[in-house]
Structure formats: structure tokens, C-alpha cells
């Protein structure tokens, strides 16, 4: 850079800030894998999940809400207008973002996500597949009751 002006400052800083935050979004995500990774680990050794209803969801939504504040707050792919008017500061954009490797960082964020979103979403399906089985049952036995009200009530009649 020949020279160093206000615009170029405020590049840096925003791809720094970036850069930041992809850090701790990183540092996020790898906990959720690593919870995720928990429960998979027990349902492979146990057969069952280890996690109740209440605490799958709050968990799918702390997922959601962290996915929803990544797209809130990261701009990797948005080139500010400012470059788009001039090309050395579109160059030193560029440069930056190669230089913090934002996209493949962001990618990994979004991937991470995509493999904790398709486990709670197979953790919901056996939920959803207890409590039908469950209700099933529940079914199976009024029915027997009323089957068994239906002969008690022939015989004693």
C-alpha cells in the first residue's frame, strides 16, 4: 500500500473484527460438536439417548439461536460498498480476507452447525418415535379396558 488512508483503516479493522469473531463462533461450535458428540457416543453404547425432551429442545434452540446470530453478525461475504468503487481498497479486501482465511473458517462454523443440526434432528426423530410408541400403548390399553368393561358388564348383567 503506497499510502494509508481512513477507508483502509477501517477495512483492516472490520476484517479483524471478523476474524474475532469467527474465533469465538469457532470456540462455540466446537462445544456444541462436542456435546452433540456426547450424546451420540451414549446412544451408540447404550441404545437410548441420554438427554430428555426439555433439554433436546432448549438444546436445538441454543443451536438455532447461535446459527441465527453468526448470520446476524458476520459479513465474510459481503464486500463493503466502499470497495466497490475503488479498486486498490476491493485488492486489499480481498487480501484480508485470504489473509485471516475468513471463508474457509466461516465454512467450517457452517459445517459444524449442519453436522449438529442433522444429530438433533435424528435425537428428535427418536424422541418423537418414543413418545408415539408410548402413546401406542396407551391406546392398546384402553382399549383392553374397555374390552374387559364391554364382557364384565355382559356376564354380570
Do not use: C
Not at 469465538?24 to 458428540?37: D, F, V, W
Not at 446470530?69 to 484480508?96: A, C, G, H, M
Not at 390399553?141 to 368393561?149: F, G, P
Amino acid at each position: 500500500m503506497p499510502e494509508l488512508n481512513q477507508e483502509m483503516i477501517r477495512l483492516v479493522m472490520l476484517n479483524t473484527s471478523q476474524s474475532v469473531a469467527l474465533n469465538g463462533y469457532s470456540e462455540i461450535t466446537e462445544e456444541l460438536l462436542m456435546e452433540t458428540n456426547k450424546h451420540t457416543k451414549y446412544l451408540e453404547n447404550k441404545g437410548k439417548l441420554d438427554i430428555s425432551g426439555n433439554k433436546l429442545k432448549r438444546f436445538i434452540g441454543k443451536v438455532l439461536n447461535i446459527k441465527n446470530r453468526i448470520l446476524e453478525n458476520l459479513y465474510i461475504f459481503d464486500s463493503p460498498v466502499i470497495t466497490w468503487e475503488n479498486e486498490q481498497l476491493n485488492k486489499l479486501n480481498t487480501d484480508l480476507k485470504q489473509t485471516f482465511d475468513l471463508k474457509d473458517r466461516y465454512r467450517l462454523i457452517h459445517d459444524r452447525i449442519e453436522i449438529i443440526k442433522e444429530n438433533l434432528e435424528l435425537f428428535k426423530d427418536i424422541m418423537d418415535h418414543k413418545e408415539s410408541s408410548r402413546l401406542e400403548w396407551v391406546i392398546i390399553i384402553l382399549i383392553v379396558i374397555e374390552v374387559v368393561d364391554m364382557f364384565i358388564a355382559k356376564f354380570l348383567l
